[in-house]
Antibody, heavy 120, light 110 residues
Framework: QVQLVQSGSELKKPGASVKVSCKAS????????MNWVRQAPGQGLEWMGW????????TYAQGFTGRFVFSLDTSVSTAYLQISSLKAEDTAVYYC?????????????WGQGTLVTVSS | QSALTQPASVSGSPGQSITISCTGT?????????VSWYQQHPGKAPKLMIY???NRPSGVSNRFSGSKSGNTASLTISGLQAEDEADYYC??????????FGTGTKVTVL
């Protein structure tokens, strides 16, 4: 069965970096694009962008350029989200989500979410 | 890209039907048949309930249905059950080849 398993919660200080992983299983990793979605505490869902799992080419949504980096390690079927120069407002749950069909931006499987807390 | 507009809350009694609206523009909801709906219970990841306006993924109850008219999409839950109490989000593909989510609707079963 398809599973996306994310790394555990992180507590970071402002200015630090964090790398969240999303390990896929139960399907061919390169057959589906991977997306990232942010949800701040008590807030709605924000699409951060997606990464082409064949080429590794990332596409970032407005507001998620510069400090956010999507990457892959296809040898272990894992996608990564790295956030640098963390700010308090980056405190959120971050989800990876697989496309239903390649590039259709419909998410049929989601990771369990990773809570990143930024606090001094 | 502004978030799609949803009512903050909708409520209904068990067995009733409710409808959640999702209003966008001709650059997103009105321009494409790529509207999806997600259900999210507290502390859980979202779950896909409807895609491409009105298609249900395998395993989703047929009590959930979707439609669209102009720039507004709708999710209808019929035969409301206690387990349907959750937050619901719409999403749409946009003319910029991006995705925009709705503001979210809290459904309460009275």
């Amino acid at each position: 069965q398809v599973q996306l398993v994310q790394s555990g919660s992180e507590l970071k200080k402002p200015g630090a970096s964090v790398k969240v992983s999303c390990k896929a299983s139960g399907y061919t990793f390169t057959s589906y694009a991977m997306n990232w979605v942010r949800q701040a505490p008590g807030q709605g869902l924000e699409w951060m962008g997606w990464i082409n799992t064949n080429t590794g080419n990332p596409t970032y949504a407005q507001g998620f350029t510069g400090r956010f980096v999507f990457s892959l390690d296809t040898s272990v079927s894992t996608a990564y989200l790295q956030i640098s120069s963390l700010k308090a407002e980056d405190t959120a749950v971050y989800y990876c989500a697989r496309d239903h069909d390649y590039g259709d931006l419909t998410f049929d499987y989601w990771g369990q979410g990773t809570l990143v807390t930024v606090s001094s | 890209q502004s978030a799609l507009t949803q009512p903050a809350s909708v409520s209904g009694s068990p067995g009733q039907s409710i409808t959640i609206s999702c209003t966008g523009t001709s650059s997103d909801v009105g321009g494409y048949n790529y509207v999806s709906w997600y259900q999210q219970h507290p502390g859980k990841a979202p779950k896909l309930m409807i895609y491409d306006v009105s298609n249900r993924p395998s395993g989703v109850s047929n009590r959930f249905s979707g439609s669209k008219s102009g720039n507004t999409a709708s999710l209808t839950i019929s035969g409301l059950q206690a387990e349907d109490e959750a937050d619901y989000y719409c999403s749409s593909y946009t003319s910029s080849s991006t995705l925009v989510f709705g503001t979210g609707t809290k459904v309460t079963v009275l």
